[in-house]
């Protein structure tokens, strides 16, 4: 193709989800230089040259229509989702009382279900659409005592296989992205159950295994990686169902799961964890 004819096609739209920090920040940034038109929602307000903000919170259906209905009265379309907001819960499972495991769930799970939800129609009138979601490692290996965390990533890892196999009649694409650690606020965000505390049997070795993910994510890459990796796969012709980055020792790891048996796996996983 000639590059004037490449020029001439329409800039895709992109609507993300977290926009306010991590990795949804670094999504809207380095999109928006690079010739995307970015729409980024979040529920704190927060200004760019390169981006525009809207208002908009995963938990609540209502606000993420609204979200999508301004941005197809603007553009006229979306082009792609790439769903970047969830928050993390840490407490052992036992401490951990339903009502804050179903509020983990209902921002990291419910929350891209309505993003996804949010977009579909849009996407189905196009014939395309590209539907990208941020997992976690977390998602492929169980985390101890962030475990409800953990459940939300591996829950979503099963939602996009199976709306993969949906929407593809329909001309729409979906993948997830598992990254190892990355350098953001979730560990300062992180919520801590209520029974985590002092008097817990799990004391000792929840805070120490929390402190050891909070050092990790603070010597961890920048979000700007995983930034760079989201800009390829909405390059990629075609998506596979997941795609994995990180360290070469948090990629071997999830190998390893793979091919070891799960006792053998386990066994390193908590000498790793100093479980």
């Not at 729409?39 to 995963?58: K, N």
Request: glycine fraction near 8%; charge should be positive; proline fraction near 4%.
């Amino acid at each position: 193709m000639k590059s004037g004819a490449r020029d001439r096609r329409p800039k895709p739209v992109l609507l993300v989800t977290g926009s306010s920090s991590g990795i949804g920040r670094a999504c809207c940034e380095r999109l928006g230089r690079r010739g995307f038109i970015v729409y980024g929602c979040s529920r704190r307000a927060c200004r760019s040259e390169v981006w525009f903000h809207l208002s908009a919170d995963v938990t609540r259906e209502d606000s993420l229509a609204a979200a999508v209905e301004t941005v197809v009265d603007r553009e006229g379309r979306i082009d792609a989702l790439v769903h970047c907001a969830g928050m993390s819960l840490a407490g052992a499972l036992e401490d951990v009382t339903i009502e804050e495991a179903k509020q983990q769930f209902e921002t990291n799970y419910f929350g891209t279900v309505r993003a996804i939800r949010a977009v579909l129609a849009t996407m189905r009138r196009q014939r395309s659409g590209r539907i990208i979601i941020i997992g976690s490692i977390g998602g492929l290996i169980g985390l101890p005592y962030i475990g409800h965390y953990s459940a939300t990533k591996f829950a979503l890892d099963g939602l996009v296989q199976a709306l993969r196999a949906e929407v593809k009649p329909f001309g729409v694409q979906a993948s997830i992205l598992h990254p190892g650690d990355v350098s953001t606020a979730i560990a300062d965000n992180q919520v801590t159950a209520r029974n985590a505390n002092a008097h817990s049997p799990y004391h000792a070795p929840f805070r120490s295994t929390v402190d050891l993910y909070s050092e990790l994510v603070r010597k961890a890459r920048p979000p700007e990686v995983v930034a760079r990796a989201v800009e390829r796969l909405l390059q990629r012709r075609r998506l596979a169902p997941r795609y994995v980055i990180g360290t070469p020792v948090e990629v071997v790891a999830v190998q390893l799961k793979t091919y070891l048996p799960a006792r053998g796996f386990e066994y390193i996983f908590r000498k790793a964890y100093r479980l």
